[in-house]
């Protein structure tokens, strides 16, 4: 099922359920979501596949995005990018997450002394969303900035955050993701529940090429005071980090890392 597939469905799925839901608004905010680092430039027909929604739709919406400050249209190249206002309210949901704050210091200090990739996401639907990223000195670290989106069912981070989400929120995103994954969802799910099993044993789970051949990760969960759940994870290509490395160093030490964040926000 494409996204624009499944975006049509949830959208018909809540204006149904709840009359107070208004179609218009998430059809505009829908429209925001479609733009992603390496696809910041899009026309109406790329809206369009990319949401579901029919081209006059997508025409009208544009417009109005436009005309208050949400995006920009380049004439030449007859295609939209988020504008400044998008900008503001980015800022202004990072801010509202003050365990980067916390965080930050405690990631750049493993990023550097491991030499890899460690970074802070949320949920966003089928994904993790970056909310942080600290990178080591080498070159061959994941380069991945802030609003990078990565899989929830396939990555470490992903994985870490449907080891500790309540029961009755895995199992609605394991019925989202079997919708979205068909056939590949049974090796798909053998994945997630493997690393559920892992995070209970170990404390952490690790995702073995499963997002990408050449990478390796390992990732742990944090519940926040007040319950939202977030993910840390750290990885790198899989010829530098084994599976010894990953058991031995990285699950161990992000372990350790996240349970020093947790202290900190404890004494707030």
Not at 175 to 194: C, F, L, T
């Amino acid at each position: 099922m494409s996204r624009g597939a499944v975006v049509n469905e949830t959208t018909k799925k809540t204006e149904k359920k709840n009359r107070n839901f208004v179609t218009a608004l998430a059809r505009g905010l829908e429209i925001l979501r479609a733009f992603e680092p390496g696809h910041t430039m899009l026309g109406n027909q790329e809206l369009a596949e990319r949401t579901g929604l029919p081209r006059p739709t997508i025409s009208r919406l544009t417009y109005t995005l436009t005309e208050l400050g949400y995006l920009t249209y380049n004439p030449r190249l007859a295609k939209y990018s988020p504008a400044a206002g998008v900008l503001a309210l980015g800022y202004a949901c990072l801010a509202s997450f003050g365990i980067r704050q916390v965080a930050k210091p405690l990631m750049e200090e493993l990023a550097q002394e491991l030499d890899i990739s460690v970074a802070l996401g949320t949920r966003d639907r089928l994904q993790m969303i970056y909310l942080e990223n600290c990178q080591g000195q080498g070159a061959l670290t994941l380069r991945l900035d802030v609003g990078s989106r990565i899989p929830l069912a396939t990555t470490a981070m992903g994985r870490a955050l449907l080891a500790v989400v309540p029961d009755v929120e895995r199992a609605y995103l394991m019925e989202r993701m079997q919708r979205h994954y068909k056939d590949k969802w049974p090796e798909v799910k053998a994945g997630i529940e493997a690393a559920v099993e892992e995070y209970r044993t170990r404390g952490y789970v690790s995702s073995r090429g499963d997002w990408s051949p050449d990478v390796n990760a390992v990732g742990v969960p944090l519940v926040l005071p007040d319950s939202t759940v977030v993910a840390f994870n750290c990885g790198g290509p899989s010829f530098l980090l084994d599976q010894q490395r990953l058991d031995e160093e990285l699950g161990p030490k992000l372990r350790q890392m996240v349970n020093n964040v947790r202290n900190i926000l404890s004494r707030m």
